[in-house]
């Protein structure tokens, strides 16, 4: 059974940092790209920021970029997503995803096919 597990969540104040772990079980993803994914409350689930099967090529939301940083060590099966500096308005659930062609670029949510029960990120001002 394939199975995602974030963890890293918590509460930090603006200024901060974490860093979100995603460990996947089940089977090896070191050939699809992944994601991570957010929503806050009363807000719908948006692109994070996603990593290539090779770990080479990353894209970020507009939001993060300069702020975060996604890797992956594809023998450990698990992706990391670096927060720094972190807003009040990155507060949110945070989701990671497998993207089961390997050579996409998609950022869109319908097109990953497992994600993980999610790790909730409250960043207090």
């Known amino acids: 059974q394939v199975q995602l597990v974030e963890s890293g969540g918590g509460l930090v104040q603006a200024g901060g940092s974490l860093r979100l772990s995603c460990a996947a079980s089940g089977r090896t993803f070191s050939t699809y790209p992944m994601g991570w994914f957010r929503q806050a409350p009363g807000k719908e689930r948006e692109f994070v920021a996603r990593i290539s099967w090779s770990g080479t090529i990353t894209s970020y939301a507009d939001s993060v970029k300069g702020r975060f940083t996604i890797s992956r060590d594809s023998a450990k099966n698990t992706v990391y997503l670096q927060m720094n500096s972190l807003k009040p308005e990155d507060t949110a659930v945070y989701y990671c995803?497998?993207?089961?062609?390997?050579?996409?670029?998609?950022?869109?949510?319908?097109?990953?096919?497992?994600w993980g029960q999610g790790t909730q990120v409250i960043v207090s001002s």
């Open positions: 995803a497998v993207n089961q062609t390997p050579r996409s670029t998609s950022t869109a949510e319908n097109d990953y096919t497992y």
